[in-house]
Protein backbone atom coordinates (compact mmCIF):
# COMPACT_ATOMS: atom_id res chain seq x y z
CA UNK A 1 0.00 0.00 0.00
CA UNK A 2 1.24 3.64 -0.29
CA UNK A 3 2.14 5.54 2.37
CA UNK A 4 -0.77 8.30 1.87
CA UNK A 5 -3.33 5.66 2.41
CA UNK A 6 -5.29 5.54 5.52
CA UNK A 7 -5.46 2.38 7.46
CA UNK A 8 -8.34 1.01 9.75
CA UNK A 9 -6.17 -0.46 12.66
CA UNK A 10 -7.11 -4.40 14.76
CA UNK A 11 -5.65 -4.84 17.82
CA UNK A 12 -2.78 -7.60 17.41
CA UNK A 13 -3.78 -9.34 20.63
CA UNK A 14 -7.69 -9.82 19.42
CA UNK A 15 -6.26 -11.12 16.35
CA UNK A 16 -3.80 -14.11 17.90
CA UNK A 17 -6.64 -14.51 19.65
CA UNK A 18 -9.05 -15.02 16.49
CA UNK A 19 -6.71 -17.07 15.50
CA UNK A 20 -5.74 -19.72 18.54
CA UNK A 21 -1.97 -18.20 18.64
CA UNK A 22 -2.74 -16.87 22.33
CA UNK A 23 -5.14 -17.09 25.24
CA UNK A 24 -7.20 -14.79 27.49
CA UNK A 25 -4.91 -15.38 29.87
CA UNK A 26 -1.82 -14.66 28.02
CA UNK A 27 -3.22 -11.58 26.74
CA UNK A 28 -3.98 -10.32 29.67
CA UNK A 29 -0.64 -10.92 31.36
CA UNK A 30 0.79 -9.43 28.00
CA UNK A 31 -1.43 -6.14 28.14
CA UNK A 32 -0.01 -5.83 32.19
CA UNK A 33 3.43 -6.15 31.15
CA UNK A 34 3.13 -3.91 28.72
CA UNK A 35 1.26 -1.09 30.64
CA UNK A 36 4.13 -1.61 33.19
CA UNK A 37 7.40 -1.51 30.95
CA UNK A 38 5.66 0.97 27.90
CA UNK A 39 6.42 -1.53 25.21
CA UNK A 40 4.58 -2.41 21.98
CA UNK A 41 2.46 -5.34 22.56
CA UNK A 42 3.89 -7.31 20.11
CA UNK A 43 7.24 -7.05 21.20
CA UNK A 44 5.87 -7.87 24.74
CA UNK A 45 3.94 -11.02 23.43
CA UNK A 46 7.53 -12.27 21.69
CA UNK A 47 9.05 -11.66 25.06
CA UNK A 48 6.88 -13.55 26.96
CA UNK A 49 7.34 -16.55 24.20
CA UNK A 50 3.83 -16.89 23.72
CA UNK A 51 4.84 -16.41 19.94
CA UNK A 52 7.63 -16.52 17.32
CA UNK A 53 8.62 -12.93 16.14
CA UNK A 54 7.10 -14.23 12.70
CA UNK A 55 3.92 -14.88 14.15
CA UNK A 56 3.57 -11.56 15.77
CA UNK A 57 4.94 -9.56 13.00
CA UNK A 58 2.41 -11.33 10.57
CA UNK A 59 -0.19 -10.51 12.57
CA UNK A 60 1.24 -6.56 13.30
CA UNK A 61 1.40 -6.50 9.41
CA UNK A 62 -2.39 -7.98 8.81
CA UNK A 63 -3.52 -5.29 11.86
CA UNK A 64 -2.35 -2.46 10.27
CA UNK A 65 -3.32 -2.98 6.82
CA UNK A 66 0.74 -3.58 5.32
CA UNK A 67 1.68 -6.25 2.99
CA UNK A 68 4.40 -8.38 5.09
CA UNK A 69 7.58 -9.48 3.76
CA UNK A 70 9.83 -12.74 4.54
CA UNK A 71 13.59 -11.04 3.73
CA UNK A 72 15.32 -14.51 4.90
CA UNK A 73 15.73 -16.21 1.57
CA UNK A 74 16.32 -12.65 -0.33
CA UNK A 75 18.96 -12.16 -1.98
CA UNK A 76 19.73 -8.22 -2.29
CA UNK A 77 21.45 -6.68 -5.06
CA UNK A 78 23.41 -3.46 -5.39
CA UNK A 79 21.88 -1.33 -7.11
CA UNK A 80 18.82 -2.14 -4.04
CA UNK A 81 20.69 -1.47 -1.44
CA UNK A 82 21.98 1.72 -3.13
CA UNK A 83 18.70 3.55 -3.47
CA UNK A 84 18.36 4.51 -0.85
CA UNK A 85 21.50 6.37 1.33
CA UNK A 86 22.99 4.07 4.51
CA UNK A 87 22.56 6.92 6.98
CA UNK A 88 19.30 6.81 6.34
CA UNK A 89 19.05 3.09 6.30
CA UNK A 90 20.05 3.01 9.71
CA UNK A 91 18.50 5.75 11.00
CA UNK A 92 14.83 4.65 9.98
CA UNK A 93 16.12 0.68 10.29
CA UNK A 94 14.12 0.45 6.82
CA UNK A 95 15.21 -1.28 3.63
CA UNK A 96 14.58 -1.12 0.01
CA UNK A 97 12.92 -4.08 -1.31
CA UNK A 98 12.20 -3.18 -4.98
CA UNK A 99 10.28 -0.97 -6.79
CA UNK A 100 6.60 -0.51 -7.51
CA UNK A 101 5.79 1.99 -10.65
CA UNK A 102 7.46 5.20 -9.76
CA UNK A 103 7.83 4.52 -5.80
CA UNK A 104 10.57 2.65 -4.10
CA UNK A 105 8.92 0.03 -1.27
CA UNK A 106 10.66 -0.45 1.87
CA UNK A 107 10.32 -2.69 4.43
CA UNK A 108 10.40 -1.05 8.08
CA UNK A 109 10.60 -3.19 11.17
CA UNK A 110 7.87 -1.06 12.62
CA UNK A 111 4.85 0.51 11.28
CA UNK A 112 6.82 4.38 10.46
CA UNK A 113 4.89 7.63 11.67
CA UNK A 114 3.56 9.79 9.11
CA UNK A 115 5.97 12.59 9.98
CA UNK A 116 8.84 9.82 9.51
CA UNK A 117 7.42 9.21 5.84
CA UNK A 118 6.93 12.80 5.36
CA UNK A 119 10.63 13.45 5.93
CA UNK A 120 11.85 10.30 4.08
CA UNK A 121 9.77 11.32 0.76
CA UNK A 122 11.70 14.72 0.80
CA UNK A 123 15.26 13.14 1.44
CA UNK A 124 14.93 10.15 -1.64
CA UNK A 125 12.45 12.84 -3.96
CA UNK A 126 10.24 9.56 -4.52
CA UNK A 127 6.77 8.27 -3.61
CA UNK A 128 7.10 5.58 -1.10
CA UNK A 129 5.41 1.92 -0.61
CA UNK A 130 5.32 0.80 2.94
CA UNK A 131 5.58 -3.19 4.11
CA UNK A 132 6.45 -4.89 7.31
CA UNK A 133 9.24 -7.53 8.01
CA UNK A 134 10.81 -8.44 11.50
CA UNK A 135 13.84 -6.40 13.45
CA UNK A 136 16.01 -9.43 13.04
CA UNK A 137 15.80 -9.88 9.28
CA UNK A 138 16.67 -6.09 9.02
CA UNK A 139 19.45 -6.56 11.13
CA UNK A 140 20.61 -9.78 9.35
CA UNK A 141 20.39 -7.95 6.28
CA UNK A 142 22.36 -4.61 7.85
CA UNK A 143 24.85 -7.00 9.37
CA UNK A 144 25.98 -8.90 6.41
CA UNK A 145 25.90 -5.84 3.63
CA UNK A 146 27.11 -3.37 5.86
CA UNK A 147 28.95 -4.72 8.67
CA UNK A 148 28.21 -5.86 12.42
CA UNK A 149 27.98 -1.81 14.50
CA UNK A 150 27.58 -0.30 10.61
CA UNK A 151 25.31 2.28 12.70
CA UNK A 152 27.85 3.55 15.40
CA UNK A 153 30.62 3.60 13.22
CA UNK A 154 28.65 5.92 11.14
CA UNK A 155 27.50 7.99 14.35
CA UNK A 156 31.23 7.97 15.18
CA UNK A 157 32.36 9.23 11.77
CA UNK A 158 30.15 12.12 12.19
CA UNK A 159 31.09 12.71 15.93
CA UNK A 160 34.99 12.78 14.69
CA UNK A 161 34.03 15.12 12.02
CA UNK A 162 36.00 15.05 8.16
CA UNK A 163 39.08 13.69 7.74
CA UNK A 164 40.52 10.27 6.49
CA UNK A 165 43.02 8.36 8.47
CA UNK A 166 45.36 6.36 6.68
CA UNK A 167 45.57 2.40 8.20
CA UNK A 168 49.48 3.35 9.80
CA UNK A 169 47.42 6.42 11.27
CA UNK A 170 44.90 4.61 13.43
CA UNK A 171 42.67 6.72 15.13
CA UNK A 172 42.98 6.49 18.90
CA UNK A 173 40.66 7.99 21.64
CA UNK A 174 42.22 10.74 23.73
CA UNK A 175 40.72 10.85 27.35
CA UNK A 176 38.88 14.10 28.56
CA UNK A 177 35.59 15.80 28.63
CA UNK A 178 35.78 16.66 25.17
CA UNK A 179 36.05 13.25 23.90
CA UNK A 180 33.11 11.66 26.15
CA UNK A 181 30.85 11.70 22.80
CA UNK A 182 33.78 9.12 21.01
CA UNK A 183 34.48 7.41 23.94
CA UNK A 184 30.86 6.17 24.61
CA UNK A 185 30.64 5.10 20.99
CA UNK A 186 33.37 3.43 20.74
CA UNK A 187 32.16 1.80 23.91
CA UNK A 188 28.74 1.02 21.91
CA UNK A 189 30.42 -0.71 19.37
CA UNK A 190 32.40 -3.15 21.56
CA UNK A 191 29.06 -4.18 23.97
CA UNK A 192 27.58 -4.64 19.70
CA UNK A 193 30.85 -7.64 19.25
CA UNK A 194 30.08 -9.20 22.42
CA UNK A 195 26.48 -8.86 22.62
CA UNK A 196 26.28 -10.34 19.31
CA UNK A 197 28.91 -12.95 19.87
CA UNK A 198 27.08 -13.98 23.09
CA UNK A 199 24.34 -14.51 21.27
CA UNK A 200 25.09 -16.49 18.52
CA UNK A 201 27.01 -18.76 21.25
CA UNK A 202 30.74 -18.30 20.57
CA UNK A 203 32.98 -19.28 22.61
CA UNK A 204 35.76 -16.62 21.29
CA UNK A 205 36.03 -13.63 19.69
CA UNK A 206 39.18 -12.85 17.20
CA UNK A 207 39.86 -9.22 16.47
CA UNK A 208 42.72 -8.64 13.57
CA UNK A 209 44.33 -6.25 11.84
CA UNK A 210 46.17 -5.99 8.84
CA UNK A 211 47.48 -3.54 6.64
CA UNK A 212 44.28 -2.06 5.43
CA UNK A 213 41.74 -3.90 7.15
CA UNK A 214 40.08 -5.56 10.14
CA UNK A 215 39.47 -9.29 10.32
CA UNK A 216 36.16 -10.41 12.96
CA UNK A 217 36.07 -13.82 13.52
CA UNK A 218 33.52 -16.11 16.09
CA UNK A 219 34.45 -19.44 16.87
CA UNK A 220 30.89 -21.23 16.96
CA UNK A 221 30.53 -24.66 17.73
CA UNK A 222 34.53 -24.93 17.00
CA UNK A 223 34.83 -23.56 13.84
CA UNK A 224 35.43 -19.84 13.40
CA UNK A 225 33.42 -17.74 11.01
CA UNK A 226 33.98 -14.76 9.62
CA UNK A 227 31.63 -11.71 10.75
CA UNK A 228 31.14 -8.66 8.34
CA UNK A 229 32.38 -5.49 9.73
CA UNK A 230 32.08 -1.40 8.37
CA UNK A 231 34.22 -0.16 5.70
CA UNK A 232 36.86 1.78 7.79
CA UNK A 233 37.01 0.19 10.97
CA UNK A 234 40.68 -0.40 10.08
CA UNK A 235 41.38 3.28 11.74
CA UNK A 236 39.17 2.70 14.82
CA UNK A 237 40.86 -0.38 15.67
CA UNK A 238 43.76 1.35 18.39
CA UNK A 239 40.25 3.15 20.08
CA UNK A 240 38.54 -0.22 20.34
CA UNK A 241 41.60 -2.02 22.07
CA UNK A 242 42.01 0.65 24.10
CA UNK A 243 38.61 0.59 25.37
CA UNK A 244 38.75 -3.54 25.92
CA UNK A 245 42.02 -2.76 27.71
CA UNK A 246 40.43 -0.49 29.89
CA UNK A 247 37.53 -3.30 30.51
CA UNK A 248 39.75 -5.92 31.40
CA UNK A 249 42.35 -3.90 33.36
CA UNK A 250 45.36 -3.80 31.51
CA UNK A 251 48.10 -1.02 30.66
CA UNK A 252 46.49 1.15 28.08
CA UNK A 253 50.13 2.39 27.30
CA UNK A 254 51.86 -0.71 26.60
CA UNK A 255 51.58 -1.93 23.47
CA UNK A 256 54.99 -4.21 22.67
CA UNK A 257 54.15 -6.57 25.42
CA UNK A 258 51.27 -9.42 25.30
CA UNK A 259 49.08 -8.37 28.19
CA UNK A 260 46.41 -10.40 29.69
CA UNK A 261 42.90 -9.70 31.82
CA UNK A 262 39.18 -10.29 32.51
CA UNK A 263 36.19 -9.03 31.71
CA UNK A 264 33.05 -9.68 33.86
CA UNK A 265 29.82 -9.26 32.74
CA UNK A 266 26.09 -9.75 33.28
CA UNK A 267 23.17 -9.68 31.61
CA UNK A 268 19.32 -10.13 31.97
CA UNK A 269 19.53 -14.00 32.21
CA UNK A 270 23.09 -14.46 33.17
CA UNK A 271 26.30 -14.22 34.14
CA UNK A 272 29.88 -14.41 32.26
CA UNK A 273 33.61 -14.20 32.36
CA UNK A 274 35.68 -13.05 29.39
CA UNK A 275 39.32 -13.67 29.28
CA UNK A 276 40.92 -11.19 27.06
CA UNK A 277 44.38 -11.62 25.43
CA UNK A 278 46.08 -9.08 23.84
CA UNK A 279 49.41 -9.66 21.33
CA UNK A 280 51.73 -7.17 19.41
CA UNK A 281 51.34 -8.18 15.42
CA UNK A 282 53.09 -6.39 12.73
CA UNK A 283 50.23 -4.02 11.92
CA UNK A 284 48.75 -3.38 15.68
CA UNK A 285 47.41 -5.56 18.54
CA UNK A 286 45.48 -8.69 18.19
CA UNK A 287 42.68 -9.49 20.91
CA UNK A 288 41.42 -12.71 21.21
CA UNK A 289 37.83 -12.98 24.39
CA UNK A 290 37.50 -15.98 25.53
CA UNK A 291 33.56 -16.04 26.46
CA UNK A 292 32.78 -18.22 29.62
CA UNK A 293 29.39 -19.10 30.70
CA UNK A 294 29.42 -19.44 34.42
CA UNK A 295 25.64 -21.44 33.51
CA UNK A 296 27.83 -23.93 31.70
CA UNK A 297 28.78 -25.07 35.30
CA UNK A 298 25.23 -26.42 35.80
CA UNK A 299 25.66 -28.57 33.05
CA UNK A 300 25.35 -32.54 33.93
CA UNK A 301 27.34 -35.20 32.52
CA UNK A 302 24.74 -36.98 30.41
CA UNK A 303 24.07 -33.41 29.02
CA UNK A 304 27.76 -33.39 28.07
CA UNK A 305 27.71 -36.42 25.96
CA UNK A 306 28.21 -39.22 27.93
CA UNK A 307 26.79 -42.59 27.59
CA UNK A 308 25.16 -44.25 30.59
CA UNK A 309 27.63 -46.50 31.00
CA UNK A 310 30.72 -43.68 30.89
CA UNK A 311 28.52 -41.31 33.16
CA UNK A 312 28.46 -44.71 36.05
CA UNK A 313 31.94 -44.35 35.84
CA UNK A 314 32.47 -41.45 36.25
CA UNK A 315 30.37 -41.12 39.48
CA UNK A 316 32.28 -44.00 41.28
CA UNK A 317 35.77 -42.10 40.37
CA UNK A 318 35.06 -39.08 41.74
CA UNK A 319 34.41 -41.12 45.29
CA UNK A 320 37.43 -42.88 45.19
CA UNK A 321 39.83 -42.08 48.19
CA UNK A 322 42.68 -41.92 46.50
CA UNK A 323 44.00 -42.18 42.65
CA UNK A 324 45.14 -40.51 40.13
CA UNK A 325 42.51 -39.35 36.86
CA UNK A 326 43.55 -37.76 33.54
CA UNK A 327 41.60 -36.05 30.91
CA UNK A 328 43.21 -35.77 27.54
CA UNK A 329 42.65 -34.07 24.61
CA UNK A 330 43.82 -31.41 22.31
CA UNK A 331 43.19 -27.62 23.51
CA UNK A 332 39.50 -26.38 22.99
CA UNK A 333 38.23 -29.96 23.61
CA UNK A 334 36.37 -29.27 26.82
CA UNK A 335 38.59 -31.11 28.85
CA UNK A 336 38.06 -28.35 32.19
CA UNK A 337 34.51 -28.49 31.47
CA UNK A 338 34.46 -32.23 32.37
CA UNK A 339 36.70 -31.50 34.83
CA UNK A 340 34.20 -29.05 36.55
CA UNK A 341 31.81 -31.15 36.13
CA UNK A 342 33.65 -33.90 37.68
CA UNK A 343 34.36 -31.86 40.32
CA UNK A 344 30.65 -31.25 41.14
CA UNK A 345 29.82 -34.61 41.53
CA UNK A 346 32.77 -34.78 44.50
CA UNK A 347 31.86 -31.74 45.99
CA UNK A 348 30.21 -32.18 49.42
CA UNK A 349 30.33 -31.22 53.16
CA UNK A 350 32.75 -34.07 54.28
CA UNK A 351 35.66 -33.14 51.53
CA UNK A 352 38.27 -30.39 51.25
CA UNK A 353 38.91 -29.64 47.49
CA UNK A 354 41.65 -26.98 45.98
CA UNK A 355 41.88 -26.47 42.81
CA UNK A 356 45.59 -24.90 41.19
CA UNK A 357 44.88 -23.71 37.50
CA UNK A 358 45.65 -21.34 34.99
CA UNK A 359 43.61 -19.55 34.47
CA UNK A 360 40.61 -19.85 37.33
CA UNK A 361 38.18 -20.73 34.56
CA UNK A 362 35.25 -21.01 36.24
CA UNK A 363 34.32 -19.96 39.98
CA UNK A 364 33.06 -22.71 42.02
CA UNK A 365 31.25 -22.41 45.18
CA UNK A 366 32.68 -24.76 48.27
CA UNK A 367 35.83 -25.08 46.51
CA UNK A 368 39.47 -22.94 47.37
CA UNK A 369 40.74 -21.99 43.71
CA UNK A 370 44.36 -21.01 43.22
CA UNK A 371 45.26 -19.21 40.39
CA UNK A 372 49.12 -19.71 38.86
CA UNK A 373 51.45 -17.22 39.25
CA UNK A 374 54.65 -17.47 37.37
CA UNK A 375 55.77 -14.40 37.69
CA UNK A 376 56.10 -14.72 41.01
CA UNK A 377 57.53 -18.12 41.46
CA UNK A 378 53.90 -19.94 42.21
CA UNK A 379 53.90 -22.39 39.04
CA UNK A 380 51.71 -25.98 39.20
CA UNK A 381 54.73 -27.84 41.08
CA UNK A 382 55.41 -24.87 44.10
CA UNK A 383 51.72 -24.85 44.59
CA UNK A 384 50.93 -28.21 44.24
CA UNK A 385 53.35 -28.35 47.34
CA UNK A 386 51.47 -26.40 49.41
CA UNK A 387 48.64 -27.45 48.14
CA UNK A 388 49.21 -31.17 49.83
CA UNK A 389 50.09 -29.36 53.48
CA UNK A 390 46.64 -27.94 53.40
CA UNK A 391 45.51 -31.48 54.25
CA UNK A 392 43.36 -31.74 50.99
CA UNK A 393 40.73 -34.81 49.93
CA UNK A 394 40.55 -33.76 46.23
CA UNK A 395 43.35 -31.99 44.26
CA UNK A 396 42.87 -30.59 40.66
CA UNK A 397 45.38 -29.75 38.68
CA UNK A 398 44.28 -27.85 35.36
CA UNK A 399 47.40 -28.88 33.80
CA UNK A 400 50.38 -31.21 34.20
CA UNK A 401 52.93 -29.33 32.11
CA UNK A 402 56.37 -30.74 33.00
CA UNK A 403 58.03 -34.09 35.35
CA UNK A 404 57.93 -31.97 38.19
CA UNK A 405 54.62 -31.47 38.53
CA UNK A 406 53.62 -35.18 37.00
CA UNK A 407 55.55 -36.85 39.95
CA UNK A 408 54.19 -34.47 42.67
CA UNK A 409 50.69 -35.72 40.98
CA UNK A 410 51.49 -39.34 40.93
CA UNK A 411 52.96 -39.10 44.42
CA UNK A 412 50.05 -37.08 45.67
CA UNK A 413 48.05 -39.85 44.38
CA UNK A 414 49.67 -42.27 46.22
CA UNK A 415 49.02 -40.73 49.17
CA UNK A 416 45.82 -40.74 49.99
CA UNK A 417 44.38 -37.76 47.78
CA UNK A 418 42.10 -37.96 44.95
CA UNK A 419 43.77 -36.22 42.18
CA UNK A 420 42.55 -34.81 38.70
CA UNK A 421 43.85 -33.05 36.13
CA UNK A 422 44.68 -32.98 32.02
CA UNK A 423 47.53 -34.15 29.99
CA UNK A 424 48.21 -33.74 26.21
CA UNK A 425 47.76 -36.90 24.49
CA UNK A 426 46.27 -38.17 21.41
CA UNK A 427 44.31 -40.60 22.58
CA UNK A 428 43.34 -42.26 26.19
CA UNK A 429 46.09 -45.11 26.53
CA UNK A 430 48.48 -42.59 25.59
CA UNK A 431 49.22 -41.39 28.63
CA UNK A 432 51.00 -43.43 29.95
CA UNK A 433 53.90 -43.67 27.89
CA UNK A 434 53.58 -39.83 27.97
CA UNK A 435 53.95 -39.65 32.11
CA UNK A 436 56.98 -41.99 31.46
CA UNK A 437 58.18 -39.31 29.09
CA UNK A 438 58.08 -37.17 31.80
CA UNK A 439 60.34 -39.64 34.07
CA UNK A 440 57.78 -40.81 36.48
CA UNK A 441 58.70 -44.31 37.15
CA UNK A 442 56.62 -46.67 35.36
CA UNK A 443 56.18 -48.56 38.81
CA UNK A 444 54.64 -45.15 40.09
CA UNK A 445 52.20 -44.89 37.25
CA UNK A 446 51.27 -48.41 37.47
CA UNK A 447 50.40 -47.38 41.11
CA UNK A 448 48.66 -44.31 41.17
CA UNK A 449 46.52 -44.21 37.53
CA UNK A 450 43.42 -45.22 37.57
CA UNK A 451 41.49 -43.87 34.48
CA UNK A 452 42.66 -41.36 31.83
CA UNK A 453 39.70 -40.33 29.69
CA UNK A 454 40.19 -38.90 26.40
CA UNK A 455 37.86 -36.77 24.55
CA UNK A 456 37.14 -34.45 21.58
CA UNK A 457 34.04 -32.28 21.14
CA UNK A 458 31.89 -33.02 17.81
CA UNK A 459 29.00 -30.27 16.09
CA UNK A 460 25.81 -31.75 16.84
CA UNK A 461 23.37 -31.74 14.24
CA UNK A 462 20.48 -29.21 14.47
CA UNK A 463 17.64 -30.82 15.57
CA UNK A 464 15.46 -28.43 13.55
CA UNK A 465 16.97 -29.51 10.39
CA UNK A 466 17.86 -33.22 11.06
CA UNK A 467 17.33 -35.48 7.98
CA UNK A 468 18.25 -39.03 7.46
CA UNK A 469 21.85 -39.04 5.21
CA UNK A 470 21.68 -41.63 2.03
CA UNK A 471 24.84 -40.83 0.94
CA UNK A 472 26.85 -42.34 3.31
CA UNK A 473 29.72 -44.51 1.33
CA UNK A 474 29.49 -48.99 1.45
CA UNK A 475 32.88 -48.69 3.33
CA UNK A 476 31.45 -46.31 5.84
CA UNK A 477 28.33 -48.11 6.70
CA UNK A 478 30.37 -51.36 6.87
CA UNK A 479 32.95 -49.99 9.32
CA UNK A 480 29.81 -49.01 11.38
CA UNK A 481 27.82 -51.96 11.38
CA UNK A 482 31.07 -53.46 12.92
CA UNK A 483 32.06 -51.27 15.53
CA UNK A 484 28.50 -51.45 16.52
CA UNK A 485 27.92 -55.01 15.88
CA UNK A 486 24.50 -54.34 13.62
CA UNK A 487 24.07 -55.66 10.26
CA UNK A 488 24.76 -53.03 7.74
CA UNK A 489 20.88 -52.78 7.00
CA UNK A 490 20.38 -51.30 10.28
CA UNK A 491 22.68 -48.58 10.47
CA UNK A 492 21.60 -45.13 10.38
CA UNK A 493 22.89 -41.63 9.72
CA UNK A 494 21.55 -38.31 9.39
CA UNK A 495 22.75 -34.62 8.35
CA UNK A 496 21.89 -31.26 9.29
CA UNK A 497 19.88 -29.39 6.04
CA UNK A 498 20.02 -26.18 7.27
CA UNK A 499 17.45 -23.98 9.06
CA UNK A 500 16.87 -20.08 10.37
CA UNK A 501 17.94 -22.06 13.34
CA UNK A 502 21.42 -22.74 12.64
CA UNK A 503 22.13 -20.35 10.54
CA UNK A 504 21.85 -22.56 7.93
CA UNK A 505 25.21 -24.27 9.05
CA UNK A 506 23.03 -27.93 9.72
CA UNK A 507 24.74 -27.52 13.02
CA UNK A 508 23.60 -26.42 16.65
CA UNK A 509 25.57 -26.94 19.56
CA UNK A 510 28.46 -29.07 20.55
CA UNK A 511 28.62 -32.90 22.53
CA UNK A 512 31.95 -34.32 23.64
CA UNK A 513 32.82 -37.70 22.22
CA UNK A 514 34.46 -39.82 25.42
CA UNK A 515 37.11 -42.69 25.50
CA UNK A 516 38.05 -44.03 28.78
CA UNK A 517 40.68 -46.47 29.42
CA UNK A 518 40.55 -47.94 32.90
CA UNK A 519 43.56 -49.14 34.55
CA UNK A 520 42.82 -53.10 35.87
CA UNK A 521 45.43 -54.92 37.93
CA UNK A 522 46.00 -56.63 34.68
CA UNK A 523 47.16 -53.50 32.70
CA UNK A 524 48.78 -52.09 35.44
CA UNK A 525 51.06 -55.49 35.68
CA UNK A 526 51.78 -54.09 31.67
CA UNK A 527 53.11 -51.72 33.03
CA UNK A 528 56.64 -51.53 32.97
CA UNK A 529 60.22 -49.86 31.12
CA UNK A 530 60.04 -50.59 27.05
CA UNK A 531 56.11 -51.23 27.20
CA UNK A 532 54.40 -50.17 24.38
CA UNK A 533 51.15 -48.50 23.74
CA UNK A 534 49.85 -51.05 21.40
CA UNK A 535 50.63 -53.03 23.60
CA UNK A 536 48.27 -51.81 26.59
CA UNK A 537 45.08 -50.86 23.69
CA UNK A 538 45.49 -54.61 23.11
CA UNK A 539 44.99 -55.91 26.32
CA UNK A 540 42.51 -52.74 27.28
CA UNK A 541 40.64 -53.88 23.87
CA UNK A 542 39.96 -57.02 25.76
CA UNK A 543 38.75 -55.79 28.69
CA UNK A 544 36.11 -53.61 26.78
CA UNK A 545 37.61 -50.80 25.83
CA UNK A 546 36.02 -48.67 22.97
CA UNK A 547 38.06 -46.24 20.85
CA UNK A 548 36.73 -42.57 20.40
CA UNK A 549 35.90 -43.76 16.62
CA UNK A 550 33.76 -46.82 17.81
CA UNK A 551 32.31 -44.05 20.46
CA UNK A 552 31.40 -42.09 17.86
CA UNK A 553 29.80 -44.30 15.64
CA UNK A 554 27.06 -44.72 18.44
CA UNK A 555 26.61 -41.07 18.08
CA UNK A 556 26.13 -41.22 14.31
CA UNK A 557 23.33 -43.93 14.88
CA UNK A 558 21.39 -41.60 17.38
CA UNK A 559 21.32 -38.91 15.32
CA UNK A 560 23.68 -36.93 17.57
CA UNK A 561 26.62 -36.02 15.34
CA UNK A 562 27.21 -36.26 11.37
CA UNK A 563 29.13 -39.07 9.43
CA UNK A 564 31.21 -35.96 8.04
CA UNK A 565 32.04 -34.68 11.45
CA UNK A 566 32.72 -38.31 12.97
CA UNK A 567 35.18 -38.82 10.37
CA UNK A 568 36.73 -35.32 10.80
CA UNK A 569 37.62 -36.31 14.47
CA UNK A 570 38.98 -39.43 14.69
CA UNK A 571 40.24 -39.92 11.25
CA UNK A 572 43.74 -39.29 12.64
CA UNK A 573 43.19 -41.95 15.28
CA UNK A 574 42.21 -43.88 13.27
CA UNK A 575 44.74 -44.07 10.96
CA UNK A 576 47.47 -44.25 13.80
CA UNK A 577 46.15 -47.09 15.32
CA UNK A 578 47.83 -50.29 15.39
CA UNK A 579 46.73 -53.15 12.90
CA UNK A 580 43.66 -54.65 14.14
CA UNK A 581 42.70 -52.53 17.10
CA UNK A 582 39.54 -51.35 15.58
CA UNK A 583 37.40 -54.75 15.48
CA UNK A 584 35.84 -54.70 11.49
CA UNK A 585 37.44 -51.82 10.63
CA UNK A 586 38.02 -51.54 6.70
CA UNK A 587 42.02 -52.48 5.49
CA UNK A 588 42.89 -53.44 9.38
Not at 247 to 266: F, H, T, V, Y
Not at 331 to 341: C, H, I, P, Q, R
Not at 384 to 397: A, G, Q, Y
Not at 519 to 542: C, E, H, Y
Amino acid sequence: MSAETTISRRDIGELLMERGRITDRQLDLARHRQKRLNAPLHRVLVDLGYVTEDEAWRTLAASHGLEFVDLSQRAFTREELEAVPLKVILHFHTLPVGTDGDAVVLAFSEPPRQGDLANLRMLLNRRLKVVLTTPAAIQAVVKERFGLGAETVERLRDERGPGDASPDEVFDVPTGPQNAAVEATIADFVDQVVADAIRQRATDIHLEPYYSAIRLRYRIDGVLQTVPVPPGLRELHAAIVSRLKIMAGMNIAERRIPQDGRISLKTETEEYDIRVSVIPTKHGEGICLRVLGRHNLLLDLPQLGMEPEQERVVRELVQLPQGLVLLTGPTGSGKTTTLYAALAQANDEGRKIITIEDPVEYQLEGVAQIQVRDDIGLSFSAGLRSVLRHDPDVVLIGEIRDGETAEIAVRAALTGHLVLSTLHTNDSVSCVARLMEMRVEPFLVASSLVCSIAQRLAQRLCRQCMVPDETVPDTVRVEMAAALKLPPADVHAFRGAGCPECAGRGYRGRVAIYEFFNVSDNIADLIAPGVKTGQLRRAAKLEGWRSLREIGWSKVQQGIIGVSEQRRLTHRLFLGGEPGWLAGAPGQ
